[in-house]
């Protein structure tokens, strides 16, 4: 029998709920703090966590900050001054443990998104914001009824949204000010 929709929708919400509240704030302090204080912003995760990262890009830009997406053609090499933040779930994904490596090395803050404070990724972090969330990576003592990794994903989203929201009153930015900044070639 299929699950009724109403009872997937309470259960999803309890869920995403459960783990933002397990959240540090001191932790996602440390990750705003980073920001404000980097030159430029690169961001990059693979999979599901690398297409959320790309939406936070945009809206660190329309933020009026400067961001970059690591992989994409137009992006320019990383700095001492700049920050890599970095969203997996394991922490161990080989190509963000090698963006992490490549920006340790140069002297770039990182800031790792992540259920796995244990990781390769996490031991070369600045900051790391934990997400105490099922990763199908690691190992987690949290359950969830969801598949994969959706749970990280869902509250990894709304996570960088309540970032955003923290950035605009920090930055003094409203809505409409960032909406000046969306793109008008659509």
Aim: glycine share 6%; hydrophobic share 45%; charged share 15%.
């Amino acid at each position: 029998m299929t699950p009724e929709y109403l009872d997937l929708a309470d259960l999803v919400l309890a869920e995403v709920g459960t783990v933002l509240r397990q959240i540090s704030p001191d932790d996602v302090a440390r990750c705003r703090q980073a920001i404000l204080a980097a030159r430029r912003i690169f961001v990059a995760g693979k999979g599901r966590s690398g297409l959320l990262m790309r939406a936070h890009s945009m809206r660190l830009m329309h933020l009026g900050l400067t961001a970059h997406v690591v992989d994409d053609v137009t992006t320019p090499s990383i700095g001492a001054s700049d920050l890599l933040l970095l969203a997996s779930g394991s922490g161990g994904t080989p190509s963000v443990v090698q963006y992490a490596e490549k920006a340790h090395a140069i002297g770039a803050q990182i800031a790792l998104l992540t259920a796995n404070p244990e990781s390769e990724t996490a031991q070369l972090a600045d900051v790391v914001v934990v997400i105490p969330a099922p990763s199908p990576k690691t190992t987690s003592i949290q359950t969830s009824a969801q598949p994969m990794a959706s749970l990280f994903e869902q509250v990894l989203v709304l996570l960088l949204d309540i970032i955003i929201i923290q950035l605009m009153d920090e930055l003094e930015q409203t809505s409409d000010q960032m909406y000046a900044r969306h793109a008008n070639l659509e």
